[in-house]
Nanobody, 130 residues
C-alpha cells in the first residue's frame, strides 16, 4: 500500500517563504512521477510542479522561478519537497502531493490533470496574507 503524507503548511505574509514536504513509502517502483497540486474551494485542483524519475521537472507558469520541486530518499522513505519563495496571496490553497507509477514524460510534456494520479496525501493548508 502506498502511503503519502504532506506537511509544512502554514500562514505567512506575502513575500515570505515556506517549504512543504511529502513523505511517500510503500512502493518499489524504479520509475514514477511525483507532483504537487493545489486546490481552492470552488475550483478544480491545479498542477503546481512535478518531477519524473529521470529528474526532469515542470512548473505551472504562475510559480515558475519562485517554487522549486526536489526529490530525495532516506532509507525506505521517499521525500518530495516544494520550496516556495516570494509567496503571493493567490498562492493560498490546500496543497496536495500526488504519485503515479508511470513517468509523465516531463522532458516533452507539461504536467497534466490530477485525475491521472492514483495516490494522494490528505493535503496541507497554505495561507498567504497581503
Amino acid at each position: 500500500q502506498v502511503y503519502v503524507a504532506e506537511s509544512g503548511g502554514d500562514s505567512v505574509q506575502a513575500g515570505g517563504s515556506l517549504s512543504l514536504s511529502c513523505e511517500v513509502s510503500g512502493y518499489q517502483w524504479l520509475s514514477y512521477c511525483m507532483a504537487w497540486y493545489r486546490e481552492i474551494p470552488g475550483k478544480e485542483r491545479a498542477g503546481v510542479a512535478a518531477i519524473d524519475s529521470d529528474g526532469s521537472t515542470n512548473y505551472a507558469n504562475s510559480v515558475q522561478g519562485r517554487f522549486t520541486i526536489t526529490y530525495s530518499e532516506d532509507n525506505d522513505k521517499r521525500i518530495l519537497t516544494l520550496e516556495m519563495n516570494n509567496l503571493r496571496p493567490e498562492d493560498s490553497a490546500t496543497y496536495y502531493c500526488a504519485v503515479r507509477r508511470q513517468p509523465w514524460g516531463l522532458r516533452f510534456h507539461p504536467m497534466g490533470s490530477w485525475t491521472d494520479f492514483p495516490y494522494w496525501g490528505q493535503g496541507t493548508q497554505v495561507t498567504v496574507s497581503s
